[in-house]
């Protein structure tokens, strides 16, 4: 999928020739670069990682490589998934500028935004006391309780994809528009749901 959005980044750049670049596209960039960098800690996870085995046939050295390139990898995650949100907020700000309560609400969107990726990014490096027992599992230690984090870091994600797909549409719904072209204009700025 990595290739397939690089494609349509491609396409996003090559449009904006005939006008001028915006800071919602190199967001937009730097989400990819990440997403890429995502994809190298994935091959690093089955190489120098060795996932797919037990963990009974690894040694110290191997669950420690494999835990320091599995943090990276939800830090990449996590950051191109807020990267992504951001940028098309920030899309949404230069197309409806002139509104300043759509302005004060994409404030809140990227503070919330702010907040999620700080948090989670903490409970993934943080998540076990002494910090290193992280990828040192064998030392003495306590951590958080890492199901209940991964599905409140799931559900919280869906929550902030909601809200911006749906940021836009009481200003879509406000124009003064046919119905049928209404809809398509809505439809457009919910494709992000995909």
Known sequence: MTFVASFFVLLRFLARQRTSVHLDDWICLISLIIAFAFVICNALLVTIGKAGYHIDQYDNLTIQKFTQ?????????????????????????????????????TWIVYCLLFGYFISTSCGIVFASDPVEAEWKPWLPHTHIHHKAFWISFSCINMALDILVLALPQPLVWDLKLPLRRKLQVSSNFLLGGW
């Open 69 to 105: 390139v599995y943090i990276a990898l939800d830090i990449m995650a996590v950051s191109s998934l807020c990267l992504t949100k951001v940028s098309i907020i920030f899309f949404y700000k230069r197309v409806f500028s002139i509104i300043k309560t759509f302005r004060v609400a």
